[in-house]
C-alpha cells in the first residue's frame, strides 16, 4: 500500500537530511506505530505519505515515495485527498467551519459525494467516535480531545484507504484515547484501512502496533520491525517495556497484560522486601521516664497555603463548567488535575489566573483575587504555561522573548535566558520561537513564566507531544522548582508524569471534585488513571485490598530503587 524507496529529504535551513536514503513498505491493512525522538523526523516521514512534503512544506526529496501505485512527487496532496486521510498534531489548524457535523461533512462536499451517502457517512462517524451530543456545537467551545475527535472523524468520512494520524491521542483522556484506539482497531481489522500513526505516549498505543517503525533522527537509517523487537533496541519506550528491560523478561511485553503474567516472581520479591522492612521499622514504644538521649520525633512544618478557590462556580452560557469547587495549594506541592475532556480542568486553570471571572464564589492567589490584577501584578503571584505554549510567543527570536520577559518581570537582563539555557540547554536564541520543538518551546514558555518568579505555577497539558527524555528532564524541572517552594498546578491527563511528579490528585468530573488526595490514594486501583506499573502489580501480592495503596509502586525507577534495597 505504501512503499518508500531510497526516500532522502533535506529542508533549505538543515545541513544534513531529516530523513536519509529511507526502504520502507507498509502493507493494506496494517496498523503501522511510527516512534523516535522529538525533532527526529516522524512528522516529515508522515507528511511524505500523502505529498504535503515537499509540495506544502517546501525541501527537497529524492528518491520516489508511492501510495496504492501513486507517486506523491506527481500527485499533489489534493489529488490524494480520496486515497489518504490525515490528521494533524493541532486539530485546530486543518478546522474550515463552524460546527462538528458542518466540519465532518466538509471532506464529502470537497469530494463531490452525493448528500444521501454524505448523511449516512457523518451518522456513522458521530457514533463510531461518541460525538452524537456535540454535532450543533460549535468549534470554539469544545475540549482539545473533543477537537482531536472531530479532526479524526473528518478524516473518516471521505473513507481513505490510508489514514495517517500526528499525536492522535495526546490530548485525550485515558478513556477517549481508548475509544479512538478502538475505532482504529475497527478499521484496521474490519475495513483494511492502512493507518500510519505517530504518538509519544507508547503506553497507549503499542500493543495495538502490526509494525513499529523506529525513526531516531539525525538522519540515521530507521528500524521497521516487529514491537517486541524493535522495543529491544528504541531508545524511547514506555513503562511496561522499561519493567521487562529491568526484570529481564524475554519477548519483551507490550501491554499490561503480558507484563502481569510474568510479574509473580517480581511480585513475590518486592513484598517479602516489604514484609522485611516492615518488621524492621516497628520498634518499642519508649517507656515513660526514658533516657533524654532518646531522640524526638521531628517538628512538623505547617503548608503555607498560595491559592484557594471557594465554592468557585463557572459557566459558558447555559453550560457549568466548574460546580462548587473548593481547594487550598501550598507551597511545595505538585498537584495533578484529571478527568476525562470537559470536566473543567483548563477552566479551573484560568480563574486561577485571572483570565475570566467567576459566577459565584471566590479565588485568591498569595492573598488577591487574580482577576482584579493587572499584568505586571499579577506575573509575579502567578504564572500559566498554556497548553500550546506558541501562545506565548510574539517576537521573531528566542532572544527577543527573553528580553521582553526581563522586562515584563523587571528582572535582570539576562534571567529568562539563563533559565532557557538550565532547561533547554542546546536551543540557539537566535531561533524563531514557532521553529522549535514541542519540548523546546515548552522550555521556553517555562523560562518566560518563571523570570518573574510567581509563586504558583499553571501548566495545562504540559507533556503533550514529548518523547520520554524531555518528559524526564521536565519532571526533574517541575521537582527542583517545587523544592524551591513554588507550588504547581498541572492539568494533565498524562498518567505516567502524574505517577512520577505528583504529591496530590484532584480529579474533576462535569466541574466538580470527585477526589482530592495523595496521589496513590487516588490513582492506584482506578482503571483509567492508575499508571502502568500500577496496574501490573496491584492485582497481585503488592495489590491486595488490605495492602496501602501507598505499597504499591507506581514507577520503574521506583520497583528499581525497591530492587537496589532488597540487594
Known amino acids: 500500500m505504501i512503499r518508500f524507496d531510497r526516500v532522502t529529504i533535506t529542508y533549505p535551513d538543515q545541513g544534513s537530511p531529516v530523513l536519509n536514503d529511507v526502504d520502507l513498505q507498509i502493507p493494506e491493512g496494517e496498523l503501522a506505530l511510527v516512534v523516535g525522538p522529538t525533532g527526529g523526523g516522524k512528522s516529515t516521514l508522515l507528511r511524505a505519505i500523502n505529498g504535503l512534503v515537499p509540495h506544502f512544506t517546501g ?12 507517486d506523491t512527487a506527481t500527485n499533489r496532496p489534493r489529488d490524494l485527498a480520496d486515497l489518504v486521510g490525515v490528521v494533524p498534531q493541532d486539530p485546530m489548524s486543518s478546522f474550515v467551519t463552524d460546527t462538528v457535523e458542518e466540519e465532518l461533512a466538509y471532506t464529502m462536499e470537497s469530494l463531490g459525494i452525493g448528500q ?14 461518541g460525538l452524537a451530543e456535540f454535532r450543533d456545537r460549535a468549534m470554539l467551545t469544545l475540549s482539545g480531545g473533543q477537537r482531536q475527535r472531530v479532526a479524526i472523524g473528518a478524516a ?28 482504529l482497531q475497527r478499521l484496521v481489522h474490519d475495513l483494511g484501512i492502512t493507518v500510519v500513526l505517530a504518538e509519544h505516549r507508547l503506553e497507549r498505543v503499542l500493543e495495538y502496533a502490526d509494525r513499529v517503525v523506529l525513526v531516531p533522527g539525525g538522519g540515521r537509517p530507521i528500524i521497521v520491525g516487529e514491537p517486541a523487537a524493535v522495543m529491544e533496541i528504541a531508545p524511547v519506550a514506555p513503562p ?22 510474568r510479574a509473580g516472581d517480581l511480585r513475590a520479591e518486592l513484598s517479602e522486601r516489604q514484609r522485611t522492612r516492615a518488621q524492621e521499622d516497628v520498634r518499642p514504644a519508649p ?19 498560595v491559592a484557594t478557590m471557594s465554592r468557585a462556580d463557572a459557566s459558558y452560557g447555559h453550560v457549568r463548567a466548574l460546580r462548587e469547587v473548593t481547594l487550598d495549594v501550598a507551597r511545595g506541592e505538585i498537584v495533578a488535575l484529571m478527568g476525562r475532556n470537559g470536566a473543567g480542568k483548563s477552566t479551573l486553570l484560568s480563574t486561577l489566573v485571572g483570565l475570566r471571572g467567576l459566577d459565584r464564589g471566590e479565588v485568591l492567589v498569595t492573598g488577591a483575587d487574580p482577576a482584579s490584577l493587572s499584568g505586571p501584578q499579577i506575573i509575579g503571584r502567578i504564572g500559566l504555561v498554556p497548553q500550546d505554549p506558541a501562545h506565548l510567543f510574539g517576537r521573531d527570536s528566542v532572544d527577543a522573548e527573553c528580553r521582553d520577559a526581563d522586562h515584563d518581570a523587571a528582572a535582570a537582563p539576562g534571567t529568562a535566558r539563563a533559565l532557557v539555557e538550565v532547561f533547554a540547554p542546546e536551543i540557539d536564541i537566535a531561533q524563531h520561537p514557532r521553529d522549535l520543538s514541542e519540548g523546546q518551546r515548552l522550555a521556553l514558555a517555562l523560562a518566560i513564566v518563571l523570570t518573574a518568579e510567581p509563586a504558583v505555577i499553571l501548566l495545562d497539558e504540559p507533556t503533550r507531544g514529548l518523547d520520554y527524555p524531555t518528559k524526564e528532564r521536565l519532571a526533574a524541572i517541575l521537582r527542583d522548582l517545587a523544592a524551591q517552594g513554588h507550588a504547581i498546578v498541572a492539568a494533565t491527563h498524562d498518567v505516567e508524569l502524574v505517577a512520577d511528579v505528583a504529591t496530590r490528585v484532584i480529579v474533576l468530573a462535569d466541574g466538580e471534585v470527585v477526589a482530592d488526595g495523595p496521589t496513590a490514594e487516588v490513582v492506584v486501583g482506578s482503571p483509567l488513571f492508575a ?26 525507577e521506583s520497583v528499581r530503587a525497591a530492587l537496589a534495597v532488597a540487594g
Open 59 to 70: 525541501g527537497t526529496l529524492s528518491g520516489s515515495v508511492t501510495v496504492a501505485g501513486r
Open 116 to 129: 444521501a451517502v454524505m448523511r449516512r457517512r457523518v451518522e456513522e462517524t458521530l457514533d463510531l467516535l
Open 156 to 183: 473518516l468520512t471521505a473513507h481513505p484507504r490510508v489514514l495517517v494520524l500526528d499525536e492522535p491521542t495526546s490530548a485525550l483522556d485515558p478513556g477517549a484515547a481508548e475509544e479512538v484506539l478502538a475505532a
Open 240 to 261: 511496561v517495556v522499561r519493567l521487562g528491560r529491568l526484570a529481564g523478561w524475554q519477548p519483551l511485553p507490550l501491554s499490561v497484560r503480558d507484563a502481569r503474567r
Open 287 to 305: 517507656s515513660i521516664g526514658s533516657s533524654p538521649d532518646s531522640s524526638p520525633a521531628p517538628p512538623r512544618t505547617e503548608a503555607v497555603t
Open 531 to 556: 499508571p502502568q506499573v500500577a496496574k501490573i502489580f496491584a492485582s497481585g501480592t503488592l495489590g491486595d485490598v488490605d495492602q496501602p495503596a501507598h505499597h504499591v509502586p507506581l514507577t520503574v
